[in-house]
T-cell receptor
Framework: AQSVTQLGSHVSVSEGALVLLRCNYSSSVPPYLFWYVQYPNQGLQLLLKYTTGATLVKGINGFEAEFKKSETSFHLTKPSAHMSDAAEYFCAVTSLGGGYQKVTFGTGTKLQVIP | DTEVTQTPKHLVMGMTNKKSLKCEQHMGHRAMYWYKQKAKKPPELMFVYSYEKLSINESVPSRFSPECPNSSLLNLHLHALQPEDSALYLC?????????????????FGAGTRLSVL
């Protein structure tokens, strides 16, 4: 079974500071990894995904994540936080099961940006 | 266009009411999903439709009844709900690849329906 663990349910950073949200995965096969963002009272929006190929993945809004197989990690980073980045972030891993695509979400990390 | 549209955005209903949630996508996706999300929790899968047929029912109570009238529409019919069913209900869709589904494909989510059961 595949799983993801997000370390830290709440992360606070100052505006302009580095954002680092941690995600570790467990998978017996090469994983497909995603980061989604959820703004208050909104659905989930895809930030970026890793499937194969380049291990450093760039996404929307200046976010990027690096797939590190040796560390089973897929941490999300952004060099400089903006107030608009305040949201809930979910790391996810997908698999096929029962003929459909199954998404396993982490428990989420709420990012607070302090002015 | 990567939009999944859900209506209504908000819904308040009593425990004896019957209501329906609607989800629509025009991306040609052949898999559609209903998720339930409680506050401060990740989404939990409820139902999966693939090629307009119900593939997965994650042990959801019968007071929730899904329907997929065509490849673009997905409904969730609600009847005799309980206050603990209050949550954000999210719809998602993903494409197939050659009549099958791939784990690497993206699920696109709607903005959700915020349901309150009184």
């Amino acid at each position: 079974a595949q799983s993801v663990t997000q370390l830290g349910s709440h992360v606070s950073v100052s505006e302009g500071a580095l954002v680092l949200l941690r995600c570790n995965y467990s998978s017996s096969v090469p994983p497909y990894l995603f980061w989604y963002v959820q703004y208050p009272n909104q659905g989930l929006q895809l930030l970026l995904k890793y499937t194969t190929g380049a291990t450093l993945v760039k996404g929307i809004n200046g976010f990027e994540a690096e797939f590190k197989k040796s560390e089973t990690s897929f941490h999300l980073t952004k060099p400089s936080a903006h107030m608009s980045d305040a949201a809930e972030y979910f790391c996810a891993v997908t698999s096929l099961g029962g003929g459909y695509q199954k998404v396993t979400f982490g428990t989420g990390t709420k990012l607070q940006v302090i002015p | 266009d990567t939009e999944v549209t859900q209506t209504p955005k908000h819904l308040v209903m009593g425990m004896t009411n019957k209501k329906s949630l609607k989800c629509e996508q025009h991306m040609g996706h052949r898999a559609m999903y209903w998720y339930k999300q409680k506050a401060k929790k990740p989404p939990e899968l409820m139902f999966v439709y693939s090629y307009e047929k119900l593939s997965i029912n994650e042990s959801v109570p019968s007071r929730f009844s899904p329907e997929c009238p065509n490849s673009s529409l997905l409904n969730l019919h609600l009847h005799a709900l309980q206050p603990e069913d209050s949550a954000l209900y999210l719809c998602a869709s993903s494409q197939d690849s050659g009549n099958s589904f791939l784990a690497k494909n993206i699920q696109y989510f709607g903005a959700g329906t915020r349901l309150s059961v009184l």
